[in-house]
């Protein structure tokens, strides 16, 4: 099943767009009833922000096969578009406000993929691969005395290898109205293997799901990164964006630890009949922080909160428009799926 999109849009990160893309989505064997659609959805972007012109493309994929007991997930991020940086930390994130000084623009590709087997039951371990190319074209007057920037400006490649362990429970992975899903997420950058950085990263997350009746589900999402070593500005930890603390620019708060718990109501709409429509409307709020160590986020959250609609493209599958808002303003968010 194939659904066709395309129009303008506005996100902070990527300014006035507009994007042409779809979504498609199947089942890798029609005769297994239980199998969940697998989906890919892509999106060409082209942009204009702080005056200059931008392009990008933006891919992601959700792949099963045998009755679930192999799943492949990734996205793909790729363009030339202008960005901002702050620097590291909490308090550099207060310290110039968005515009000339934080501006700059970049060259990026970037791809995460994991791959997981069933164990037993509804436990789950595979590979896991991230690769960062990340190339400043110009240079924001904020890291004029950023250390980690002028060491990593040139050297703009990282990959790196490890491993997931999961236990996933919810009925549909893309949109769940039940379930929980805990994931844990190491990753290890070796410059013996071609990174131009040596560090580690640890991604714990944890989500719920609970539905009061059909069509109204509370979501909750709990998440920390921590990362070791040399770790370069573009792929330390972060908060904001499309999929975390909605309403703060994706970067603006980075740091070596961050942490975040979103609660989100979704409800749906229901038609005449009684059926569920394909309309329906989100409210979430979430607190945030970031440090340096984990002693560290204490005294440095930030709180996210908003509201969004959504329309179901597909069965179980929606296309999102989200209006979040935080400490600095607001920010507005169209996507496919949900944000957890």
């Known amino acids: 099943m194939f659904s066709f999109l395309g129009g303008p849009a506005f996100t902070p990160e990527q300014g006035v767009l507009v994007a042409v893309g779809g979504l498609y989505s199947f089942k890798t064997d029609r005769e297994q009833q239980q199998l969940q659609r697998s989906s890919v959805s892509a999106f060409i972007i082209g942009n204009y922000v702080d005056s200059e012109v931008g392009y990008?493309?933006?891919?992601?994929?959700d792949l099963f096969w045998n009755n679930d007991d192999i799943q492949f997930q990734g996205a793909w991020n790729a363009g030339t578009q202008g960005k901002h940086y702050w620097g590291i930390g909490y308090?550099?994130?207060?310290?110039?406000?968005?515009?000339?000084?934080?501006?700059?623009?970049?060259?990026?590709?970037?791809?995460?993929?994991?791959?997981?087997?069933?164990?037993?039951?509804?436990?789950?371990?595979?590979?896991?691969?991230?690769?960062?190319?990340?190339?400043?074209?110009?240079?924001?007057?904020?890291?004029?005395?950023?250390?980690?920037?002028?060491e990593f400006k040139d050297k703009p490649f990282t990959w790196g290898l490890g491993g997931?362990?999961?236990?996933?429970?919810?009925?549909?992975?893309?949109?769940?109205?039940?379930?929980?899903?805990?994931?844990?997420?190491?990753?290890?950058?070796?410059?013996?293997?071609?990174?131009?950085?040596?560090?580690?990263?640890?991604?714990?997350?944890?989500?719920?799901?609970?539905?009061f009746q059909k069509g109204r589900v509370l979501a909750v999402l709990g998440r920390f990164q921590q990362a070791f070593g040399d770790t370069p500005y573009y792929d330390m930890p972060e908060l904001g964006g499309a999929n975390s603390m909605r309403g703060y620019y994706q970067g603006q708060y980075r740091d070596k630890v961050t942490a975040e718990v979103t609660a989100e109501y979704r409800h749906t709409f229901r038609r005449s009949s009684g059926a569920l429509s394909n309309h329906g409307i989100t409210a979430w709020t979430g607190v945030g922080s970031v440090g340096e160590s984990v002693e560290d986020l204490s005294g440095h959250a930030i709180l996210s909160y908003g509201i969004?609609?959504?329309?179901?493209?597909?069965?179980?599958?929606?296309?999102?428009?989200?209006?979040?808002?935080?400490?600095?303003?607001?920010?507005?968010?169209?996507?496919?799926?949900?944000?957890?």
């Open 91 to 150: 308090d550099a994130a207060q310290q110039f406000d968005f515009g000339d000084v934080t501006q700059y623009k970049a060259n990026t590709n970037n791809y995460k993929g994991n791959l997981i087997f069933r164990i037993v039951d509804n436990w789950f371990a595979g590979p896991a691969i991230k690769l960062n190319y990340f190339s400043p074209t110009t240079e924001p007057d904020s890291a004029i005395l950023d250390e980690n920037f002028n």
């Open 56 to 61: 990008g493309l933006r891919a992601k994929h």
């Open 308 to 340: 969004g609609y959504r329309y179901e493209l597909q069965p179980r599958m929606n296309i999102r428009l989200d209006l979040g808002m935080g400490k600095h303003g607001s920010a507005f968010y169209f996507n496919f799926t949900e944000a957890f």
């Open 164 to 211: 997931s362990i999961q236990y996933d429970s919810r009925d549909v992975a893309v949109n769940p109205w039940s379930g929980s899903l805990f994931r844990t997420e190491v990753l290890l950058y070796s410059e013996a293997l071609g990174s131009q950085a040596e560090y580690q990263k640890l991604d714990v997350e944890y989500r719920t799901f609970h539905s």
